[in-house]
């Protein structure tokens, strides 16, 4: 299998020079990194060679750099029937830099790349409707991008007064607490119930007088 998806790198990068930037095999899985910009081209090439005839499309996403200028990674991943293989395709793009949508070439990449748009921001040109897909109405910010707090900054409940499903500003009913993390193998000043044995062995070896639970 190793051999085959070299051959296939291999013609894939002979086939597309500039536009594929490299590639290498993991998991029994050929990954191609290419430019944005010459999307299109890839995928028909990917989907058209005799060499390659990925022809099924099975889905796109992103994965969140926000350390890197170009700080998102947009993933596709193809099936060859014919080639028994799979391959994975990345191209990196930034906040405001938008991808050309693959839709003419793979229709059933629509949603696909509406829900990236929707959780992660990621605009694709030449979409026939870029809209959000997965959150509601008004939702603020991409909830998948690293830097999206925890809480979100909206939360949508049923008010029973009001017979209605309501939008809110995000509050903490709680204050944060503070916990005690330290290990009991690192040493607490206590001994937990249970650890009486243990406690009393340490004792010998180290003479120390035992430590009683706190009431």
């Known amino acids: 299998m190793s051999e085959k998806l070299q051959a296939i ?32 081209r890839i995928v028909r090439f990917l989907r058209d060679d005799p060499r390659c005839e ?3 499309f099975i889905d796109v996403t992103a ?14 991943h193809f099936l060859s029937p014919r080639q028994n293989a799979r391959v994975r395709l990345k191209v990196a793009t930034d906040e405001t830099t938008p991808v050309p949508s693959i839709i003419g070439e793979f229709p059933g990449a629509d949603w696909f790349e509406r829900e990236t748009y929707d959780l992660y921001g990621v605009l694709f040109t030449g979409h026939p409707d ?12 991409h909830p998948l991008r ?4 925890l809480t979100g900054f909206v939360e949508v409940r049923y008010d029973d007064a009001q ?6 500003p995000v509050r903490l009913n709680q204050e944060f607490r503070n ?33 009683k639970v706190p009431s």
């Open 54 to 56: 990925f022809w099924n």
């Open 130 to 141: 870029m809209r959000r897909i997965l959150t509601d109405y008004g939702f603020e910010g």
């Open 63 to 76: 994965v969140d750099y926000p350390q890197r200028e170009q700080r998102f990674d947009v993933v596709y």
């Open 179 to 211: 916990f005690d993390f330290l290990s009991p193998w690192e040493g607490t000043e206590y001994r937990l119930p249970g650890d009486e044995k243990a406690s009393a062995q340490g004792n010998k070896l180290t003479g120390e007088p035992d430590k």
């Open 9 to 40: 790198g291999e013609a894939i990068s002979a086939g597309l020079p500039g536009a594929v930037t490299g590639y290498d095999i993991a998991f029994g899985e050929l990954n191609l990194r290419g430019t944005a910009a010459d999307i299109v």
């Open 146 to 149: 690293k830097d999206f707090p």
């Open 163 to 168: 017979k209605r499903v309501v939008n809110e």
